[in-house]
């Protein structure tokens, strides 16, 4: 048995990073640990509205991720250097907040690697520092393999890591973050190493299922698979609509079509909607379109009383009553569409997407396009494989029923509380001696 302890949770990003932050700090909390999650200021409300704790992160960003936030973060040529240069100097901005947040902490949990500061603040604080990865993807040694020898894959995939440490933005935020260790006193962390730097030394958590990917030989030691995690405690504010309630309700499920919370920013996104109401008026079928906060998406002129637009619908509510799922192929979606049980086609765009729509592939429970082809005829031979083969709906009920049995959040707590134990002793440890 662990005594209770203050845990920090610190995230970036979309609300795929946040879910999963929530729903640790909530079992964390149930458990007896006084939690705070600390992230942007844009999600306070979704995070006090549950009781959690909240410590705000500079740059102060909105809720939902606006187009120009979204094209920088997916966009390594920095089209906009004025706001690359803004979020890497406001890198010491969010080293402050987020030591004063952790200043009393006994444990520092980031989501991701969207936090770059977090690795200098546990070594500032000389704190435990556990880091999670929700995709395979971000895992070392973990990309999809291009080749049937394992060698040549991991001899890729290291040439790959490599490469991407001169992206431009990765190379001026290593001048930045460069410049603030050296200001707080930290030793220099060389380029080739600044990516791998992110990842906890302790204990790293792969919070996706093992059906995605299984643990590995060549898997760093400190990795533990929990499984997925799942933010299911809905509010008020996070149950179905009314309208689309009465709309299920109202005939036969629909196809849902959804980008996520950033994809839905891409200037392809008004064409994969207006292609999507026309693949699923071909295919006959009733559709939901989920187009975030961006009016400019909303292909107004085509839809009628079987198509219909929101902005947002909670997934673990809406998915398990579709038909089939086309999306952006982020995992906090793709988990969610695994749970449900129905077949997806994934429209992958950039950075983990490709690496989960071919996993998905692979597992016999979806089809695969790209983002930046997409059209209607596609889409109709694609759906139509999945709406009328039942191999695609028998290969995703038996996944299902695999992440259902696996308890991801016990499983990321229990090795978070086994963290803390070990912790504890070495502390004892240290002062008795």
């Not at 952790?102 to 500061?117: F, K, P, Q, R, Y």
């Not at 994809?263 to 909607?273: C, D, G, I, R």
């Not at 999306?327 to 997806?344: D, I, K, W």
């Not at 696996?406 to 008795?432: M, P, R, T």
Request: glycine residues 4%.
């Amino acid at each position: 048995m662990v005594s209770s302890k203050r845990i920090v949770l610190t995230a970036f990003g979309t609300l795929g990073d946040l879910y999963p932050a929530i729903a640790l700090a909530q079992e964390l909390q149930t458990r007896g640990h006084h939690v705070v999650i600390a992230t942007s200021e844009g999600y306070r409300s979704k995070v006090e509205e549950i009781g959690i704790n909240f410590h705000s992160l500079r740059p102060k960003l909105p809720a939902e991720l606006g187009a120009e936030w979204t094209k920088l973060i997916f966009n390594g040529r920095i089209k906009n250097k004025e706001l690359m240069d803004l979020v890497c100097s406001s890198q010491r901005e969010t080293y402050e907040d987020l030591l004063k947040a952790a200043e009393v902490a006994d444990l520092l949990i980031s989501m991701n690697c969207t936090v770059v500061v977090a690795p200098l603040v546990a070594q500032k604080t000389k704190i435990p520092w556990i880091s999670c990865f929700l995709d395979p993807y971000y895992v070392d040694d973990d990309m999809l393999g291009l080749t049937p020898f394992a060698w040549v894959n991991h001899v890729f995939i290291k040439l790959v890591m490599y490469c991407l440490s001169f992206v431009p933005s990765v190379l001026l935020l290593h001048k930045h973050i460069s410049q603030l260790r050296a200001e707080i006193g930290l030793p220099p962390v060389k380029l080739h190493r600044f990516l791998p730097e992110l990842s906890s030394p302790q204990l790293m958590l792969a919070m996706y299922s093992p059906v995605m990917a299984r643990l590995r030989n060549n898997y760093p030691a400190n990795i533990q698979i929990t499984g997925c995690v799942f933010f299911d405690r809905l509010t008020p504010n996070q149950k179905l609509s009314q309208t689309l309630v009465e709309f299920l309700d109202s005939g036969p499920p629909p196809i849902v079509f959804t980008l996520g919370s950033s994809t839905v920013y891409f200037e392809e996104a008004l064409n994969f909607y207006t292609q999507s109401v026309i693949a699923a008026k071909k295919l006959g079928y009733r559709a939901i379109l989920l187009v975030g906060n961006a009016p400019e998406n909303l292909p107004s002129e085509l839809l009628t009383k079987d198509i219909i637009a929101v902005n947002y619908a909670p997934h673990s509510e809406l998915f398990p009553r579709a038909a089939a799922i086309v999306h952006q192929g982020g995992m906090g979606t793709t988990s969610q569409a695994l749970l449900s049980g129905v077949p997806m086609l994934v429209v992958a765009h950039s950075y983990e997407q490709p690496d989960n729509a071919e996993r998905i592939v692979n597992l016999g429970i979806g089809r695969r396009l790209k983002l930046q082809t997409y059209r209607a005829e596609q889409a109709v031979v694609e759906l139509k494989k999945l709406l009328t083969q039942p191999k695609y709906k028998a290969k995703i009920l038996k996944v299902q029923n695999c992440i259902q049995s696996e308890n991801g959040i016990q499983n990321a707590c229990d090795a978070i509380e086994k963290q803390l134990k070990i912790d504890e002793v070495e502390s004892d440890f240290y002062f008795a001696t």
